[in-house]
């Protein structure tokens, strides 16, 4: 079965400093990763997905991640954090299930920014 | 374009109480999926509907948990009699088919409250 680790249920970055959000997953075919976000309240929005092609994807907000598969890693990273990223950041990867797909998420990784 | 609408988005309940959540779904969006969010974890897929049809419904607790997708476009999750543990916010999200690679897009959840 596929699924998503994350290492580090809180991460705390001062303002400009780098983000890294760690997400290894484990898939017996190629996985499709995906890269959410949760604002307090608010429900999940994409940040990026990787399917196949170009290994480093762009994502919204300043966020990129790069897939590696010779390390099972889907890391999520941003040069500089802004207060604004402060939130909850949940890993996914996408299965093919018969004739649908199902997307199995990760533990999250709340992100805390301070000045 | 309007986003997956969802209601209520507060809701407080007493245990062996019913109680039922609507959702509203992008339009043209053919597939629905309702998950279970428990604090501090991340969405676990309780039932997937692929236009009014029911792909996935392996994880849904059917002696308590019931769902309908009422011509293929809104959805109602019920729960009678509700549980303590059944505290926890239930997402909706819609995406326009099921294949691997399609983004599901969130609605901002109801956050249900057992007593």
């Known amino acids: 079965a596929q699924s998503v680790t994350q290492l580090g249920s809180h991460v705390s970055v001062s303002e400009g400093a780098l983000v890294l959000l760690r997400c290894n997953y484990s898939?017996?075919?190629?996985?499709?990763l995906f890269w959410y976000v949760q604002y307090p309240n608010q429900g999940l929005q994409l940040l990026l997905k990787?399917?196949?092609?170009?290994?480093l994807v762009k994502g919204i907000n300043g966020f990129e991640a790069e897939f590696k598969k010779s390390e099972t890693s889907f890391h999520l990273t941003k040069p500089s954090a802004h207060m604004s990223d402060a939130a909850e950041y949940f890993c996914a990867v996408s299965v093919a299930t018969g004739t649908a797909s199902k997307l199995t998420f990760g533990t999250g990784t709340r992100l805390q920014v301070t000045l | 374009e309007a986003g997956v609408a969802q209601s209520p988005r507060y809701k407080i309940i007493e245990k062996r109480q019913s109680v039922a959540f609507w959702c509203n779904p992008i339009s043209g969006h053919a597939t629905l999926y309702w998950y279970q969010q428990i604090l501090g974890q991340g969405p676990k897929l309780l039932i997937q509907f692929q236009n009014n049809g029911v792909v996935d419904d392996s994880q849904l607790p059917k002696d308590r948990f019931s769902a309908e997708r009422l011509k293929g476009v809104d959805s109602t999750l019920k729960i009678q009699p509700a549980k303590l543990e059944d505290s926890a916010v239930y997402l909706c999200?819609?995406?326009?088919?099921?294949?691997?690679?399609?983004?599901?897009?969130f609605g901002p959840g109801t956050r249900l409250t057992v007593l």
């Open positions: 990787y399917t196949t092609g170009a290994t």
């Open positions: 999200a819609s995406s326009l088919w099921s294949l691997v690679t399609d983004t599901q897009y």
């Open positions: 898939s017996s075919v190629p996985p499709y």
